[in-house]
């Protein structure tokens, strides 16, 4: 297997190296992928009885079936340590997999745990159940319920670590316990990008799932990515793979390759959706994006700003559009700029997709809001 090395941070490290915007590279999917974890099997439980004031609530899952005595854990802060201190803690799911955490307005970062003893620092003991949610922040409004599933992984044994030459991490990327090959394996050196923008590596893993880098002694995020429908960039869709392991953030020491199997689930839109009722939209954002003529423009994806520059990263990403050009995102109440374009990550291409527009701090009209796009001149 091909071991891939990582200068250490500042040392030479060239400029364009392993760039990752917003976090979200992906791959080509491969024809003997594994089947993809279907919605939870049953009829789907009814809503918790409404109640006044705002917070998350929602359904936690393993493998398709709803999971009783789960934990939401809400932090202030992205990619929490052990030394963590949760800001609030629910009650643990019931017989049906439902939750409720009352939290007042804001962002928070969500982590569901199911263990033996106290939900935080989370022990990581074979069996317990962990998902740390890739679509944090969460946005609370007030006097609503922002809708938050989870797909849980079930923890296994922990593997030794690897005496070797140099040091880094080493180990397999799982799908529901089998091998997934051509996922992508993403290390950070911290969590203060929420994990988007610049990565320090992004490396592939070889058909079995496994991969191995070379690293500084040091501590890092290690997440793994794996997008079914191809191209580079985005957020993760329907049918992606994405997996954050309990152990972040993860210690590599001198000497040593410190072994991970990184468990992946998919995204959680059917559990979010479930109790979706008509008119009902806390902490959601739709529109649609479409060419000259109102032809849907497919595959493109709308990035949110909070400056009318529109540079850096941005607060938000939706996409790809659908078929019909329509895209959904979770969002805050604000005033953005936003940027529908073809690509992520650079300045515009000549030809490429691309349309602004202003969403007013009112918020969008009945029906979502619309965005003209058009092909980029160039410079």
Not at 358 to 370: M, N, Q, V, W
Request: charge should be positive.
């Amino acid at each position: 297997m091909k071991e891939h090395r990582l200068r250490h941070p500042g040392r030479g490290l060239p400029a364009k190296a392993l760039t990752l915007l917003l976090g979200l590279l992906a791959v080509l999917v491969l024809p003997d992928a594994p089947a993809v974890a279907g919605p939870p099997s049953g009829p789907a439980p009814p809503p918790l009885p409404a109640i006044a004031g705002s917070g998350v609530e929602g359904l936690a899952a393993l493998r398709g079936d709803f999971v009783s005595g789960v934990v939401v854990l809400a932090f202030g802060a992205p990619g929490p340590g052990p030394r963590a201190r949760p800001l609030a803690v629910s009650g643990g799911t019931d017989g049906s997999g439902r939750y409720r955490l009352s939290l007042k307005p804001g962002s928070y970062y969500l982590a569901a745990v199911k263990t033996a003893g106290a939900p935080w620092p989370f022990p990581a003991a074979k069996g317990d159940l962990f998902c740390y949610y890739l679509g944090n922040p969460i946005v609370v409004e007030s006097g609503k319920m922002t809708r938050v599933g989870f797909n849980m992984v079930r923890i296994g044994n922990a593997p030794p670590p690897i005496a070797g030459e140099g040091a880094g991490i080493a180990g397999q990327v799982l799908f529901e316990g089998k091998p997934l090959g051509r996922a992508y394996v993403h290390v950070y050196r911290d969590a203060a990008s929420n994990f988007r923008g610049m990565g320090l590596a992004a490396v592939p893993t070889a058909e079995d799932g496994r991969f191995r880098i070379k690293l500084p002694p040091g501590s890092y995020y290690v997440l793994a990515r794996k997008r079914r429908g191809g191209g580079m960039y985005g957020p993760p869709g329907k049918d992606d793979y994405i997996g954050y392991p309990p152990g972040n953030p993860v210690a590599v020491r001198p000497g040593a390759f410190t072994s991970l199997l990184l468990e992946t689930t998919t995204r959680v839109d059917l559990l979010e959706e479930i109790w979706s009722r008509e008119g009902e939209s806390a902490g959601w954002f739709e529109g649609q994006v479409t060419e000259s003529g109102g032809k849907p423009a497919a595959g493109l994806y709308v990035l949110f700003y909070t400056d009318s520059a529109m540079s850096g990263t941005p607060a938000f990403v939706a996409g790809p559009t659908d078929d019909e050009g329509r895209f959904r995102v979770r969002a805050a109440a604000g005033k953005f700029h936003l940027l529908a374009r073809s690509n992520l990550g650079g300045p515009l291409e000549a030809g490429e997709w691309y349309g602004t527009a202003l969403l007013d701090a009112g918020g969008a009209p009945a029906g979502g809001f619309r965005i003209g796009v058009s092909r980029f001149p160039g410079k």
